[in-house]
């Protein structure tokens, strides 16, 4: 396994596996892996001949007041974990790599519409910084097929949008969320948890998947059900910042006859904001 950060070092790398048609799997991350990003990486290892993953804390996607200097940086730990899985390359760029010019001055990328609902909406700019960042890693990298956990759902339709709006040559993979044995999703924020809010926190899970099951018996009371979550989730502690029923593609608010829905739910338990998702296909 090899460390890269220079740019120029990864491109000549590329050309090498370009020449020999191998197939590049890519795994964009922040580091602070958990078994979600490891799954992503198993994934890719199946699927392409060389594994790229990429760590790099972005701070475009960090808005005003999150928690971009204490976000974990955690590269030893990260790489023992990435090679015991035999990850060919470690690409982890610098920020003056990624923004040579700063943030002011950079060139963005903006995925209308879907960019600015749900989690876009509780925090502007955030979907725009993801694209921007991870159109210059494709760029970089320039995989044949990248990985993206289902957990950030928003994120993954706005990566599937973006790709096809700009005829990006690559497949995007989304791969199932990973849970704990409780239910909670596993994200690097958990850590944030101290033991009480960590007992709390599988509550989102439970309040999502109580709303399916409702929309599987065949409820259409969309409004009601979001009422009685989003209380749910305030008796058990937590600050609900939305809880949503949409379209499974789209992401517009899902209509009463629609059969491919999913239901998005983002919470504050003292300071640290958890996001989860439950897609389901009517019958």
Not at 57 to 75: C, K, S
Not at 197 to 205: D, E, G, H, M
Not at 269 to 279: S, V
Request: hydrophobic share 40%; proline share 5%; with cysteine.
């Amino acid at each position: 396994m090899q460390t890269i950060s220079d740019i120029a070092q990864l491109r000549a790398l590329r050309r090498e596996w370009q020449i020999n048609g191998l197939r590049i799997g890519f795994v964009p991350t922040m580091g602070n892996l958990h078994l979600g990003h490891l799954s992503l990486v198993e994934a890719a290892k199946r699927e392409a001949d060389i594994v790229v993953v990429s760590i790099f804390v972005n701070p475009m996607q960090f808005g005003a007041g999150e928690d971009l200097d204490n976000y974990p940086r955690t590269l030893a730990e990260d790489s023992a974990q990435l090679e015991s899985l035999g990850v060919d390359v470690i690409f982890t760029p610098c920020a003056k790599d990624i923004y040579p010019r700063g943030l002011e001055q950079q060139t963005f990328v903006e995925v209308p519409g879907i960019s600015y609902m749900i989690c876009g909406a509780s925090r502007p700019g955030h979907f725009r910084g993801v694209a921007t960042v991870v159109t210059k890693l494709f760029n970089m990298v320039q995989p044949n097929i990248a990985y993206f956990g289902e957990k950030d759902y928003q994120q993954v339709q706005v990566i599937k949008a973006m790709v096809a709006d700009l005829s990006m040559n690559l497949d995007i993979v989304s791969v199932p969320t990973m849970r704990h044995e409780d239910g909670l999703a596993m994200s690097s924020r958990n850590g944030y948890l101290n033991a009480q809010q960590r007992a709390i926190a599988p509550t989102l899970y439970r309040v999502l998947s109580d709303i399916k099951q409702a929309l599987i018996n065949g409820s259409n009371e969309h409004s009601q059900l979001i009422k009685d979550g989003n209380e749910r989730l305030a008796e058990a502690g937590f600050k609900p910042d939305y809880i949503e029923i949409r379209n499974a593609q789209t992401l517009q608010p899902a209509g009463f006859a629609e059969k491919e829905l999913v239901i998005l739910g983002a919470a504050f338990l003292g300071k640290t904001r958890l996001i989860d998702n439950l897609p389901l296909a009517l019958p």
